[in-house]
């Protein structure tokens, strides 16, 4: 598989997204343009192979990590007073 042609603070972000809990797989889709095949390719890649199957292990079948599966509509409460709302 090719992965686009990413800056390294690009695949750092994308990395720290991946292993963000309540970050779903859609919004490095609409961020970056990679689908959740290309996000997994990425840190097969990018990760040592033990770091890569915990990632895995942690984030198959999360429903957090897919907009489909989340039990909740909008996601995570934001204040009025937080900035970006």
Known sequence: MSLPDLDPEDV????????EDRTPFEAIE???GLKENEVRS????HLKPGS???WRSRV???STKHEKLRGFGLGRFRS???RGG
């Open 60 to 62: 198959k079948g999360r």
């Open 80 to 82: 009025s007073s937080q």
């Open 30 to 32: 609409v961020q970056f």
């Open 52 to 54: 890569f199957r915990r």
């Open 42 to 45: 990425l840190m097969r890649h």
């Open 12 to 19: 750092d972000r994308i990395i720290g997204m991946a292993w």
